[in-house]
């Protein structure tokens, strides 16, 4: 059913969702009921002793994204996607992606009442994210090409179909997104020194800059942050500036060869007085056990690629946060990607069920 047939029922939870609780900032149609599952609101999780880990002597946070409703920061941008989509009029919504597009675009799309399909690499996909898009039930479509092709099939298809794209080339995407920004300045009180996110197509680290501008310029914040992008070795077309044909990475994620909003990207690292960096899969896969040990808190290996490019901006020493408040930004949770967890760590050991088998292997 479509969801102008519904009732217009309003959340009666403490915390709405972005769209009602940043009502004047987003600017989207407001004609129809926002299309929410109360995303946002996410925790900003001091971490000293991963700040230690890194040699200490600076403020960390961790703005935990996985908090969202579908494990990811892509329900900020969706629920802005999918409530102009309805306001358009739209009965299908169709996107391209690495996987946490897809089952975000799928459970919206599920609470709107509108058709979805989402174009998945065939086989570079994190289970927890397949499993989400099916679940959802939107038509997941494997292609036997990656991100990039996708993109260019999904706008080709949104260009001759009646179906809209989600993908944040889609402009409300950015509007949703940007509330990250405001709920990290809301808690610290002003805007951090640094913020530390991974970059894919581009379209978070264009959406916080676009966040931490519109509070900066209206007195929200006293500065606006510098920003350290950090791509994947395999797939770092804006380190590199050049398009990179064939991306891999452990950090499927992240694995896009021609970000959509690469010009916007740079504009935004320039206007910051920030940096892009390239991390290997090795050092990915370090920030993410790291964090998740010194912390306790879980994401995905892409999600750490901003904590793995501080890591290296501190150990290189071209990084210096001495004294700052820096954030970063883990955009997935861990559970999305069990395969990379178990992989990445020591098997459990067996023991016989014996307390003697079990004191011994305890030490
Ligand atoms: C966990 O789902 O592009 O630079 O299709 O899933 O805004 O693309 C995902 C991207 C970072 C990069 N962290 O953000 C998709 C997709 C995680 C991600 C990114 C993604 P952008």
């Known amino acids: 059913m479509p969801s102008q047939s519904l009732p217009d029922v309003r959340p009666v939870a403490a915390w709405p969702g972005v769209i009602e609780h940043y009502r004047?900032?987003?600017?989207?149609?407001?004609?129809?009921?926002?299309?929410?599952?109360?995303?946002g609101n996410t925790p900003l999780i001091p971490a000293p002793r991963l700040a230690s880990a890194l040699g200490g002597g600076f403020e960390l946070y961790l703005k935990y994204e996985a908090?969202?409703?579908?494990?990811?920061?892509?329900?900020?941008?969706?629920?802005?996607?999918?409530?102009?989509?309805?306001?358009?009029?739209?009965?299908?919504?169709?996107?391209?992606?690495?996987?946490?597009?897809?089952?975000?675009?799928?459970?919206y799309a599920a609470r709107a009442g509108l058709k979805c399909v989402v174009l998945v690499p065939d086989g570079k996909i994190a289970a927890g994210k397949l499993a989400g898009a099916l679940s959802y039930g939107a038509q997941v479509i494997a292609i036997a090409g990656n991100f990039d092709d996708g993109l260019r099939m999904v706008r080709q298809a949104s260009e001759r179909a009646p179906i809209a794209l989600v993908n944040?080339?889609?402009?409300?995407?950015?509007?949703?997104?940007?509330?990250a920004a405001f709920e990290i300045c809301d808690v610290l009180g002003d805007a951090p020194d640094w913020l530390c996110l991974p970059v894919g197509n581009a379209g978070n680290i264009?959406?916080?800059?676009?966040?931490?501008?519109?509070y900066f310029d209206d007195g929200l914040a006293s500065i606006r942050p510098r920003l350290l992008g950090a791509q994947a070795a395999g797939a770092a077309p804006i380190v590199l500036g050049?398009?990179?044909?064939?991306?891999?990475?452990?950090?499927?994620?992240?694995?896009?060869?021609?970000?959509?909003?690469?010009?916007?990207?740079?504009?935004?690292?320039?206007?910051?007085?920030?940096?892009?960096?390239?991390?290997?899969?090795e050092e990915i896969l370090s920030a993410y056990r790291l964090v998740a040990r010194t912390e306790g808190v879980f994401c995905e290996p892409s999600s750490a690629a901003g904590l793995a490019g501080l890591a290296k901006g501190l150990r290189?020493?071209?990084?210096?946060?001495?004294?700052?408040?820096?954030?970063?930004?883990?955009?997935?949770?861990g559970l999305k990607d069990p395969e990379a967890a178990i992989k990445g760590n020591a098997p459990p050991i067996t023991i016989e069920p014996r307390i003697e088998a079990l004191l011994e292997a305890i030490g």
């Not at 944040?168 to 509330?179: C, D, E, H, V």
Request: net charge neutral; aromatic share 4%.
């Open 206 to 214: 264009t959406s916080y800059w676009l966040g931490f501008g519109e």
């Open 242 to 281: 050049r398009i990179v044909e064939h991306p891999e990475t452990i950090a499927t994620a992240i694995r896009i060869g021609n970000p959509a909003r690469w010009r916007e990207a740079t504009t935004a690292l320039d206007e910051s007085g920030g940096r892009i960096t390239a991390v290997s899969d």
């Open 24 to 39: 004047a900032r987003i600017h989207i149609a407001h004609t129809v009921p926002p299309v929410t599952l109360l995303e």
């Open 168 to 179: 944040s080339i889609n402009p409300a995407r950015l509007q949703g997104q940007k509330t």
């Open 67 to 107: 908090a969202n409703p579908t494990g990811s920061f892509k329900d900020r941008g969706m629920t802005t996607a999918m409530t102009q989509a309805v306001a358009d009029g739209a009965q299908a919504v169709i996107c391209a992606s690495t996987g946490n597009t897809a089952a975000s675009a799928a459970a």
């Open 316 to 333: 290189e020493g071209w990084l210096d946060v001495r004294r700052q408040r820096v954030v970063c930004v883990l955009t997935g949770h």
